[in-house]
Structures are given as structure tokens and as C-alpha cells.
């Protein structure tokens, strides 16, 4: 009898060792997870101009409530009580620079819209690496500058990408065809030139392009022979 209850015992004691063991792999991955979002969001506030001083007004820091975050700006969570960024609507706020490399840690991140700011400069090349789980991007009517980085098309969630109104120069990477989820395309009025891509699963009208008079193929004029 002593014998089975020692067995029972330790039985007892090694699920109790398990489930505190689970819990706090689970609190440790969810701290990490909130640390991280807030780090990213205090890395985009430190990287961009706040000209007009919206973020500077709602993105405070110094609140520790827990979902903080989820009461900023612009900010969408999974849940307004759990601080994991689900949509970043920047759109504008008179913000100024560069494209915030920090938006890498919102790992949970699937929408960021950028549209209509005064960002400028080139596209990370490695941007696949930042926006991994994207689903939305919108970077339309900016002043981004250099080519469309070839790994957009790793990003193969994307139901939208909109990349009008800037001026992005060179081709379109053929590669973007490769994304099987868009929807909504378009780099209208930007300085493009060269074949537009063939979308594998979709199609695009002529509007997509718009305003890049060296554009060529799909729905715009035939390209000249090579």
C-alpha cells in the first residue's frame, strides 16, 4: 500500500513538474512575444520624422497596462488585451523617412499601410525577411525611390500590394507573378520600364500600370522585339 502511494505521489508530482513546465514555456514565448511588438513599435516611432505630432501624442510608452499598445494610433492587435500587432494603418500622419526596418518585429504583423506619407529612399532588399506574414501592403503615394526588391515575391501572402505613386525606377521583378493570393496590384505612376510580370492565377488592367511610359506587355502595348 505505502509502495503504490509512492508511486501515485510521484506520478502526481511529475504532472505537476509537466503543466509548470508548459506554463511557463507558454508565458515566457507570449512575454517575448509582447516585448517584441513593443519593441518594434518604439523602433518605427525612433526611426520616423513625426512632422505633424500624431504618434508623439498617442504612442506613450510609459503606460504598462497590459494591451497598451492596442490603444495607440494606427495600431490593431489580435486581441485589445494581448499587446501582438495585427495591422499597422499609418496612413497620412505626415511621417517622414526611410521604410522602418523595426516593423520586422511585429512578427504577427499581416496589414502595414504606409499610403501617403513622405517616406522616402529605397525598399529593403531583404524586405521578404520583414514583412514575412504580410497579407496587405500599402506604400502608395510616397516618394520610395530605386527598384521593386525581387523578394516581394517571397512574401506569398500578399493579397495587395500597392506600390503607386512613388518613384520606383527599373523593371518590375518578373517574379512577382509568382504570387498565386493577389488580388490587388498596382504601380501606376511611378518612373517603371520593361515587361510587366505575368500573373500566374490572376490579371490586371491597364490602370495597374499607369503613367510608366516604358512599360510594356499584358494589357499595355506589345514589347518591342528583343
Given at each position: 500500500?505505502?509502495?503504490l502511494?509512492h ?7 511529475a ?5 509548470s ?6 508565458s ?7 516585448e517584441s ?11 520616423l520624422?513625426d512632422?505633424?505630432?500624431y504618434?508623439n ?9 497590459e494591451?497598451f499598445?492596442?490603444?495607440f ?8 488585451h494581448?499587446?501582438?500587432?495585427l495591422?499597422l494603418?499609418l ?7 526611410s521604410?522602418?526596418?523595426?516593423v520586422?518585429?511585429?512578427?504577427s504583423?499581416?496589414?502595414l499601410?504606409l499610403?501617403s506619407?513622405?517616406?522616402n529612399g529605397p525598399?529593403?532588399?531583404d524586405?521578404?525577411k ?7 501592403l ?5 516618394s520610395?525611390?530605386?527598384q521593386?526588391?525581387?523578394k ?6 500578399l493579397n ?7 518613384k520606383?525606377?527599373g523593371i518590375?521583378?518578373?517574379e ?8 490587388i496590384f ?6 517603371l520600364?520593361g ?14 500600370y499607369a503613367?510608366n511610359?516604358?512599360l510594356?506587355?499584358?494589357p499595355?502595348k ?5
Open positions: 500500500m505505502a509502495f502511494m508511486v501515485l505521489l510521484r506520478k502526481q508530482d504532472g505537476i513538474f509537466i503543466g513546465v508548459l506554463w511557463l514555456l507558454l515566457c514565448g507570449f512575454s517575448f512575444g509582447v511588438d513593443i519593441n518594434c513599435l518604439k523602433s518605427i516611432k525612433a526611426s520624422e512632422t505633424l505630432g504618434l501624442a498617442s504612442w506613450d510608452f510609459n503606460d504598462n497596462t494591451g499598445i492596442c490603444n494610433l494606427g495600431v490593431e492587435c489580435w486581441h485589445p494581448e499587446s501582438k500587432v495591422n494603418k496612413s497620412d500622419l505626415g511621417l517622414k523617412g521604410f522602418p526596418k523595426g520586422a518585429n511585429c512578427t504583423l499581416t496589414g499601410d499610403s506619407n513622405q517616406l525598399l529593403p532588399t524586405i521578404d520583414i514583412i514575412t506574414f504580410i497579407t496587405s500599402d506604400l502608395s503615394s510616397n520610395f525611390t530605386g521593386i526588391p525581387m516581394l515575391s517571397n512574401c506569398s501572402y495587395v500590394l500597392k506600390l503607386d505613386n512613388n520606383f525606377s518590375i521583378p518578373p512577382l507573378g509568382q504570387l498565386t493570393r493577389i488580388k498596382s504601380v501606376a505612376n511611378n518612373q520600364s515587361p510587366v510580370p505575368n500573373f500566374n492565377n490572376t490579371s490586371f488592367g491597364p490602370e495597374s503613367n511610359t516604358g510594356c506587355g499584358g499595355l506589345h514589347c518591342p522585339p528583343v
